[in-house]
């Protein structure tokens, strides 16, 4: 009796059908929708009688006691990174040595109160859309709208970039003396540059993704499912890819003007001291956002495994997709190292290739090496699940 072949196997779904191989991808990256699993939380307290706008002021509740407490113990963890921070500035006699953390009264009142404001804000939008989702809809787990950028992310956006350009007409229009000056105008423009373009990574990360991965030929099995469902999630959101493009861009520019200014090591590494801690919580941001969808890994993995895809296929998918969101964050980071190179180059009259020579590539690779073994490792350790779990979705 002849074999089955292995690229159509079906399973029962949990709607009692026939799933089909060719539809694994959307099957994986349903959870990555509004309709997730605690969508269906949220349909079941309003089929229970609760109403929308009791709901909406209980999860933002639930939000703001997380940013609280959240808060309260990043505390005694800021003095720790104060005094991290302050004795590299005594290296570098920014401050005396020995010197500790002097906190004002209103300060600790003042970063709480920012941070639960943050939290609350961010958490409007997607608390309002978890009440307006139908019930049946969100049981279902149908899949939901595309991600849209609010209208004060763009407005901040259009304004930092309007920023960066204006710096950069002011530096070529000669205005700016001095090459360690005009340097330090070009980094504030990329780092202006930086906040425009991240601020709606819609429009900048998902093209890109979208771009080099249709530049990879691929028809293995798992490289087919990675790729469609990194693209469907993009769609959804890029909080994947998101911190660990601001990480290795921070870096390039960083690295840009370092290659490009001869004799302004000291002011440069004391910037490399300042962005130390924003390059620390980008990093630990990137692994943070990957280990709270674990839940939902899991689940797409069982929903994999069902479809007939063996441990094997499953491991080399999550693989995959770790890599493509790495990948993507790397590129980011490769545009604004060339561009930084160029531009720096420019304003301090150095020749292109003497500051692509100075460029400290062992640090560059190890960086890209880092961020690829970070995310193929978090999206691998977030991402195992038996079968049986495909019961519960």
Request: charge should be positive.
């Amino acid at each position: 009796m002849p074999r089955r072949s292995p690229r159509r196997p079906s399973a029962a779904g949990s709607g009692g059908g026939a799933a089909s191989w060719r539809r694994s991808p959307s099957a994986r990256s349903s959870s990555t929708t509004r309709c997730t699993w605690r969508s269906r939380e949220h349909a079941l307290w309003l089929l229970t009688g609760m109403r929308p706008h009791q709901l909406r002021r209980v999860l933002r509740g639930q939000i703001l006691a997380l940013a609280l407490l959240a808060g309260i113990l990043a505390v005694p963890l800021s003095y720790l990174s104060a005094w991290a921070v302050l004795w590299q500035w005594a290296q570098l006699g920014l401050v005396p040595v020995g010197q500790g953390p002097i906190l004002a009264g209103g300060q600790i009142p003042l970063v709480l109160g920012l941070t639960v404001l943050m939290a609350v804000w961010g958490a409007a939008g997607p608390t309002r859309r978890a009440t307006t989702v139908p019930e049946m809809a969100a049981l279902r787990e149908s899949a939901g709208g595309r991600a849209r950028n609010g209208w004060l992310k763009i407005l901040v956006s259009v304004v930092a970039l309007g920023g960066a350009i204006a710096i950069l007409m002011t530096v070529l229009s000669g205005a700016v003396s001095g090459p360690e000056e005009r340097v330090g105008a070009v980094m504030s423009a990329c780092l202006l540059l930086i906040l425009a373009l991240l601020l709606v990574p819609g429009w900048t990360l998902r093209p890109l993704l979208h771009a080099w991965t249709a530049l990879v030929p691929s028809r293995a099995v798992a490289g087919c499912l990675a790729r469609a469902n990194c693209r469907f999630s993009s769609a959804r959101s890029l909080t994947m890819i998101t911190p660990f493009a601001v990480a290795t861009s921070l870096v390039a520019v960083l690295d840009g003007g370092i290659s490009a200014v001869a004799g302004a090591e000291g002011s440069l590494a004391e910037l490399a001291v300042v962005l130390g801690p924003p390059l620390a919580v980008a990093w630990c941001g990137g692994v943070c956002v990957i280990a709270m969808v674990r839940r939902d890994r899991e689940r797409d993995d069982a929903l994999l495994a069902v479809a007939g895809g063996g441990p094997g296929l499953r491991r080399a998918t999550a693989a995959l997709e770790g890599l493509v969101y790495a990948l993507t964050a790397v590129l980011f980071g490769a545009i604004f190292l060339i561009g930084s190179v160029l531009l720096m180059s420019s304003a301090a009259g150095m020749p292109v290739s003497t500051a692509m020579g100075n460029l400290p590539w062992t640090h560059l690779e190890v960086l890209a090496l880092a961020t690829v073994a970070t995310s193929v490792g978090a999206v691998l350790w977030t991402g195992r699940a038996e079968p049986r779990l495909a019961a519960a979705g």
